[in-house]
């Protein structure tokens, strides 16, 4: 049976086949996804509860406790994580792989509802968020304005340029660092209070009242109906000041006989600075699968239409674009890719010495490549470094077949028939091997695809291209090069010196190793043990070499992650970030430098944390990111009391846990006060070991507490109970939300808290 004869005899159906492979493939390159890495969806989800003004204790006790134990019944945990810290606790959790994150999100929003009513009074309903723990933003937007405040900066970065950015095709969600949301905070003097038989609760009471914001419907008359209108909501802080709180000895006492009332900031306990310069900084992600260049390119050509509509004085910058690094990294692959092309024909040539055995033998490559790239796009593949690199190697691979089949039609053209019936025999004798040449060669891959884990998940792409590459070179080597051998191929005799001084050099080397060889089988014993020798040093080499994942690349962006001492004042924590921001930013080979006092990675705030985001100068004036981070680890020391981590980040992120460093280690037990004895012992190892810098812990204890003690005689006598005692001390220092403004385009919180200078004392 011969494979080859109908594309042989119908030359223009073959063509239109290879043509047609050629063209979707083609076209689906224009529409892979572009990344650096394959795509690895890890399933994870993270629930978010808020309770402002609760110590990390409490938060852990009263909402992280109850929703872990109703998440725990989620089918498909792989992992479960909580993280609490003042007023805010994060559950990450990680599912097996193949678990669909829709119907995960499903499940566990179902838990969250019935762990809703244990959770305490006052807490914001906790947020269930789709994460992908190995993506980092692909963008950092930096906004700042000389003039303008900055809870107008918020504004605008807010409903003018996350919100439009969200809009766009690909990107999954925008984080802001240094958020400057207005609020209006009411503080009030407790003596005052007291002097005037008043609490926090008759003030909280008076301002819901007055600052209602209920439908009042339509009066119908005889001829018209007319739309009620309530009274105006309040707007600022004169506003609240007025509000009358209580009668006393026949005169209003108002919100500003008892304190004052301020416009601020929803959170102040978090400031950013963009080149020294206070900001607001906003970091984009993109979707799981999405283009990263297109994505970034959507952004981009944005920005223009988005600053020219900014106020006067108002500069967005663009502090980094991990695009570039994609498309810097695919150039340096796709060159390789060519220069192996073209290596590959001159080898060909170099032994064929035949142009049209060439041209026919190099037809299979772009054709099979290009096939490739069509499968890629039906199995929902990107292009990236190691997709790639499977078809950079695959180049080596599709010929061989075109080649055996050339070799064995010019051997049978040799012999006087003609091209057709030299094709048809030729193909005749070879169909079969060629067959079980790429069936052998696409089967060395197989066993990655059954690779489970994100190893698999990793390299699954890989596999499939290479494969699929193989598998096209051995159809077009059945199906186009025998038709092109049957009307092209013919015989050209060695008629330059280039081709016999090349056959005369590798005859030479053919000759010697004959010899070598002859020698070798006359001394088989010396040469068994020369083997056994370079076996063992062959596994003592195997451990000196360097082990890792995935190999760290220098993309010109640099992490750190900072931690100051618990209980620092956040005015503190500010200097000492700047200062810290100062030096590294002196650094000749940093270009531009975001910093975050109160956020760190991810955005998540807290109360003794830092971020710096790190751009690096043009790789080709400075040394490698690795040694930059060894200088400026040596100077950040220093600035006392801080413990920065740097990081040259890595191209995937493994686990769910988010991490400033390289590795982690968990420790878990039943037992709080042996896991703090364990924790504080193992961090003080690790920091002993030579090879490991910026050892640090996430179990923060030292923070200094004051302990308040209820006498039950004394408060029954008065007629007071626990729940009224801890109700107060929350209102007076835990910021309770009261009430909210509504504006045009969003609403603004209404917060109550002691007067700074009595809270101090």
């Given at each position: 049976?011969?494979?080859?004869?109908?594309?042989?005899?119908?030359?223009?159906?073959?063509?239109?086949?290879?043509?047609?492979?050629?063209?979707?493939?083609?076209?689906?390159?224009?529409?892979?996804?572009?990344?650096?890495?394959?795509?690895?969806?890890?399933?994870?989800?993270?629930?978010?509860?808020?309770?402002?003004?609760?110590?990390?204790?409490?938060?852990?006790?009263?909402?992280?406790?109850?929703?872990?134990?109703?998440?725990?019944?989620?089918?498909?945990?792989?992992?479960?994580?909580?993280?609490?810290?003042?007023?805010?606790?994060?559950?990450?959790?990680?599912?097996?792989?193949?678990?669909?994150?829709?119907?995960?999100?499903?499940?566990?929003?179902?838990?969250?509802?019935?762990?809703?009513?244990?959770?305490?009074?006052?807490?914001?309903?906790?947020?269930?968020?789709?994460?992908?723990?190995?993506?980092?933003?692909?963008?950092?937007?930096?906004?700042?304005?000389?003039?303008?405040?900055?809870?107008?900066?918020?504004?605008?970065?807010?409903?003018?340029?996350?919100?439009?950015?969200?809009?766009?095709?690909?990107?999954?969600?925008?984080?802001?660092?240094?958020?400057?949301?207005?609020?209006?905070?009411?503080?009030?003097?407790?003596?005052?209070?007291?002097?005037?038989?008043?609490?926090?609760?008759?003030?909280?009471?008076?301002?819901?009242?007055?600052?209602?914001?209920?439908?009042?419907?339509?009066?119908?008359?005889?001829?018209?109906?007319?739309?009620?209108?309530?009274?105006?909501?309040?707007?600022?802080?004169?506003?609240?000041?007025?509000?009358?709180?209580?009668?006393?000895?026949?005169?209003?006492?108002?919100?500003?006989?008892?304190?004052?009332?301020?416009?601020?900031?929803?959170?102040?306990?978090?400031?950013?600075?963009?080149?020294?310069?206070?900001?607001?900084?906003?970091?984009?992600?993109?979707?799981?699968?999405?283009?990263?260049?297109?994505?970034?390119?959507?952004?981009?050509?944005?920005?223009?239409?988005?600053?020219?509509?900014?106020?006067?004085?108002?500069?967005?910058?663009?502090?980094?674009?991990?695009?570039?690094?994609?498309?810097?990294?695919?150039?340096?692959?796709?060159?390789?890719?060519?220069?192996?092309?073209?290596?590959?024909?001159?080898?060909?040539?170099?032994?064929?010495?035949?142009?049209?055995?060439?041209?026919?033998?190099?037809?299979?490559?772009?054709?099979?490549?290009?096939?490739?790239?069509?499968?890629?796009?039906?199995?929902?593949?990107?292009?990236?470094?190691?997709?790639?690199?499977?078809?950079?190697?695959?180049?080596?691979?599709?010929?061989?077949?075109?080649?055996?089949?050339?070799?064995?039609?010019?051997?049978?053209?040799?012999?006087?028939?003609?091209?057709?019936?030299?094709?048809?025999?030729?193909?005749?004798?070879?169909?079969?091997?060629?067959?079980?040449?790429?069936?052998?060669?696409?089967?060395?891959?197989?066993?990655?695809?059954?690779?489970?884990?994100?190893?698999?998940?990793?390299?699954?792409?890989?596999?499939?291209?290479?494969?699929?590459?193989?598998?096209?070179?051995?159809?077009?080597?059945?199906?186009?090069?025998?038709?092109?051998?049957?009307?092209?191929?013919?015989?050209?005799?060695?008629?330059?010196?280039?081709?016999?001084?090349?056959?005369?050099?590798?005859?030479?080397?053919?000759?010697?190793?004959?010899?070598?060889?002859?020698?070798?089988?006359?001394?088989?014993?010396?040469?068994?043990?020369?083997?056994?020798?370079?076996?063992?040093?062959?596994?003592?080499?195997?451990?000196?070499?360097?082990?890792?994942?995935?190999?760290?690349?220098?993309?010109?962006?640099?992490?750190?992650?900072?931690?100051?001492?618990?209980?620092?004042?956040?005015?503190?924590?500010?200097?000492?970030?700047?200062?810290?921001?100062?030096?590294?930013?002196?650094?000749?080979?940093?270009?531009?430098?975001?910093?975050s006092a109160g956020q760190g990675g991810g955005g998540v705030s807290g109360g003794n944390v830092g971020r710096l985001v790190i751009r690096l100068t043009p790789r080709d004036t400075r040394n490698s990111a690795d040694e930059i981070i060894d200088e400026l680890r040596k100077t950040t020391r220093k600035v006392s009391?801080?413990?920065?981590?740097?990081?040259?980040?890595?191209?995937?992120?493994?686990?769910?846990?988010?991490?400033?460093?390289?590795?982690?280690?968990?420790?878990?037990?039943?037992?709080?006060?042996?896991?703090k004895q364990a924790s504080a012992v193992v961090e003080k190892r690790l920091g002993e070991v030579p090879l490991i810098e910026d050892v640090s812990s996430d179990l923060e204890l030292r923070n200094p507490e004051l302990g308040v003690v209820l006498d039950p005689l004394e408060a029954a006598r008065l007629g007071i109970?626990?729940?009224?005692?801890?109700?107060?001390?929350?209102?007076?220092?835990?910021?309770?939300?009261?009430?909210?403004?509504?504006?045009?385009?969003?609403?603004?919180?209404?917060?109550?808290?002691?007067?700074?200078?009595?809270?101090?004392?």
């Amino acid at each position: 049976m011969n494979l080859s004869r109908i594309f042989i005899e119908r030359p223009v159906a073959t063509l239109m086949l290879v043509l047609a492979i050629a063209l979707f493939g083609a076209l689906a390159y224009q529409q892979l996804p572009v990344n650096d890495l394959p795509q690895v969806d890890f399933p994870t989800l993270r629930v978010s509860a808020s309770l402002p003004g609760a110590n990390p204790e409490t938060m852990a006790n009263t909402v992280a406790t109850p929703l872990e134990r109703q998440l725990s019944t989620v089918q498909g945990i792989e992992s479960m994580s909580s993280k609490s810290s003042q007023g805010s606790t994060n559950i990450t959790l990680q599912f097996e792989l193949g678990r669909d994150i829709d119907a995960a999100a499903q499940d566990v929003q179902t838990a969250v509802a019935q762990a809703a009513r244990n959770l305490p009074d006052g807490i914001d309903p906790p947020q269930l968020r789709k994460i992908n723990p190995s993506d980092s933003p692909i963008l950092y937007l930096a906004l700042s304005a000389e003039r303008l405040p900055l809870t107008e900066l918020d504004a605008i970065a807010d409903s003018h340029v996350a919100q439009r950015l969200s809009t766009l095709s690909g990107v999954a969600q925008v984080l802001v660092f240094g958020s400057q949301k207005y609020a209006l905070r009411l503080y009030l003097d407790p003596a005052k209070l007291l002097a005037r038989g008043l609490t926090f609760a008759d003030v909280a009471a008076a301002v819901q009242a007055a600052n209602a914001n209920l439908p009042s419907g339509t009066l119908d008359g005889a001829t018209r109906a007319y739309t009620v209108k309530a009274p105006v909501a309040l707007a600022n802080a004169k506003d609240f000041g007025d509000i009358v709180v209580a009668y006393k000895d026949g005169a209003a006492l108002r919100v500003r006989d008892l304190g004052r009332a301020e416009d601020g900031v929803e959170d102040d306990k978090r400031k950013t600075w963009y080149n020294g310069t206070r900001a607001i900084v906003l970091a984009v992600q993109r979707q799981p699968g999405a283009n990263t260049v297109e994505v970034a390119e959507r952004i981009r050509a944005m920005l223009p239409q988005i600053e020219a509509e900014l106020p006067d004085g108002v500069k967005l910058a663009v502090h980094s674009d991990r695009s570039r690094f994609v498309k810097d990294s695919l150039h340096e692959v796709n060159f390789t890719l060519v220069l192996a092309l073209g290596l590959v024909i001159l080898v060909i040539f170099a032994f064929l010495h035949n142009v049209r055995a060439t041209l026919i033998a190099a037809l299979v490559l772009p054709s099979s490549l290009l096939g490739t790239f069509a499968f890629m796009h039906l199995l929902g593949y990107s292009i990236n470094n190691l997709s790639l690199m499977a078809i950079t190697l695959a180049i080596g691979f599709v010929v061989d077949d075109a080649v055996v089949v050339i070799e064995n039609i010019a051997r049978h053209l040799d012999m006087g028939k003609s091209r057709l019936q030299a094709a048809l025999d030729g193909a005749q004798e070879i169909g079969f091997t060629v067959v079980s040449m790429t069936l052998s060669l696409a089967a060395v891959f197989l066993p990655i695809l059954f690779m489970g884990g994100m190893i698999g998940r990793l390299f699954q792409e890989f596999a499939v291209s290479i494969g699929v590459a193989v598998l096209l070179s051995g159809l077009i080597a059945l199906t186009l090069t025998p038709m092109l051998c049957a009307r092209w191929l013919s015989h050209e005799p060695i008629n330059n010196s280039v081709s016999r001084g090349f056959d005369n050099t590798f005859n030479r080397f053919r000759d010697w190793y004959g010899v070598t060889l002859r020698a070798s089988m006359r001394h088989r014993a010396g040469m068994l043990l020369l083997s056994l020798a370079v076996l063992v040093a062959m596994g003592w080499l195997a451990g000196q070499v360097k082990q890792g994942f995935i190999p760290r690349v220098d993309s010109g962006m640099v992490f750190a992650s900072v931690q100051y001492p618990e209980g620092i004042p956040f005015d503190e924590l500010s200097r000492r970030q700047q200062q810290l921001a100062a030096i590294v930013q002196a650094h000749p080979a940093v270009e531009g430098l975001m910093s975050s006092a109160g956020q760190g990675g991810g955005g998540v705030s807290g109360g003794n944390v830092g971020r710096l985001v790190i751009r690096l100068t043009p790789r080709d004036t400075r040394n490698s990111a690795d040694e930059i981070i060894d200088e400026l680890r040596k100077t950040t020391r220093k600035v006392s009391g801080v413990n920065v981590m740097l990081q040259n980040p890595a191209s995937i992120n493994v686990g769910a846990l988010a991490s400033s460093s390289d590795y982690q280690i968990t420790l878990t037990s039943g037992n709080f006060a042996s896991l703090k004895q364990a924790s504080a012992v193992v961090e003080k190892r690790l920091g002993e070991v030579p090879l490991i810098e910026d050892v640090s812990s996430d179990l923060e204890l030292r923070n200094p507490e004051l302990g308040v003690v209820l006498d039950p005689l004394e408060a029954a006598r008065l007629g007071i109970d626990a729940r009224q005692v801890q109700q107060t001390l929350y209102d007076a220092l835990g910021g309770r939300r009261i009430s909210e403004i509504y504006g045009t385009s969003d609403q603004y919180t209404v917060s109550l808290k002691a007067l700074p200078a009595r809270r101090a004392a």
